[in-house]
């Protein structure tokens, strides 16, 4: 077994002379300076440390490609947020790239189209929006994670915290809920148990880094599982991670709902990803020789050290 890279001393400085040279003060990439002599010192002004570029939690590894030396501000304020950030008043954004991920400065032109609002009640603004609306040809990949949760009793205030909790893991407020009445565990038990489905809309996936983060952000939802069930009033949670492919938006707007929010799915597993995450992914390697299960594949992977912080408060 490849043993884990310690982050010390010896290591800061070496990654120091890779991205640095033989410079004795930097400045590191959100523009904040730093001092080869303070390292990880909290009392100076110019004190850094090493970063993980893609978070740990985010299944990021402790290797060099994915380690950078910064200011401690600057990491503070990264900590473990993803894909977005902003450092030292900037916005940043993570991006893979190959093999890796690096951090990308967000441009202000950039930031202004995205902000930038359309006046209707303008001809010329409004005539400018109808030009730039031109149809899109190409398919349309739409992710979605279906999430089967089984409470004991009734706990509304559960299911809402839970609803936050996925929104601010995928980042959308596409989630919608469905009440499905007693689990067929009830039929057994003196338990009033009852069964939601949580069907999140990730949007369109558009390129294969799109899915393996959609897939990325199931396992950590998985990881944290064990948590919910064991700290809350959670019976039971499985997750189905999938893509449906359409020729347009405009028959993805048509058809999403039948497609997707009314689609029923046989849950056996804690987590399971369809063939399109499949062959889009790294799974497409770790499922070499295994067979789907109506339509879907076990895939109960968890990422290491967040199960192991966790099941330290279980």
Avoid at 25 to 31: E, I, P, R
Avoid at 134 to 156: A, D, L, M, T
Wanted: hydrophobic fraction near 35%; include cysteine; charge should be neutral.
């Amino acid at each position: 077994m490849k043993k884990l890279m310690d982050l010390n001393k010896e290591t800061a400085n070496r990654l120091w002379v890779q991205q640095f040279g033989k410079k004795q003060k930097a400045m590191d990439f959100s523009g904040r300076e730093i001092a080869k002599a303070a390292y990880n010192d909290r009392n100076s002004n110019y004190g850094w440390n090493v970063d993980h570029i893609l978070p740990l939690s985010r299944g990021g590894k402790t290797a060099d490609h994915n380690l950078i030396c910064c200011h401690i501000l600057t990491n503070d304020e990264k900590a473990d947020k993803f894909p977005c950030f902003k450092a030292n008043a900037k916005e940043f954004e993570i991006q893979k790239r190959q093999n890796h991920y690096e951090i990308v400065a967000r441009t202000a032109d950039k930031k202004e189209e995205e902000d930038k609002v359309v006046n209707f009640l303008d001809v010329a603004q409004g005539l400018e929006c109808w030009k730039q609306c031109k149809s899109y040809s190409g398919q349309v990949f739409v992710g979605y994670i279906k999430i089967r949760v089984e409470v004991s009793n009734e706990f509304n205030q559960l299911l809402v915290r839970y609803e936050k909790f996925l929104f601010e893991l995928f980042g959308t407020e596409s989630i919608f809920v469905e009440d499905t009445g007693y689990s067929n565990s009830y039929m057994h038990s003196l338990q009033h148990n009852r069964a939601y489905i949580f069907t999140v809309i990730a949007g369109n996936v558009s390129t294969k880094d799109n899915t393996e983060n959609l897939l990325s952000d199931c396992v950590a939802l998985n990881t944290y599982s064990d948590y919910f069930i064991s700290n809350t009033e959670f019976e039971g949670i499985q997750i189905v991670c999938g893509m449906k492919c359409y020729d347009n938006c405009f028959e993805m707007s048509l058809n999403c709902k039948k497609d997707i929010l009314e689609k029923q799915i046989q849950f056996s597993a804690p987590l399971a990803i369809d063939e399109l995450v499949k062959i889009n992914t790294s799974a497409e390697k770790e499922l070499k020789d295994i067979f789907p299960q109506s339509g879907f594949y076990p895939y109960n992977f968890k990422f290491t050290k967040l199960k192991k912080n966790l099941d330290k408060l279980i």
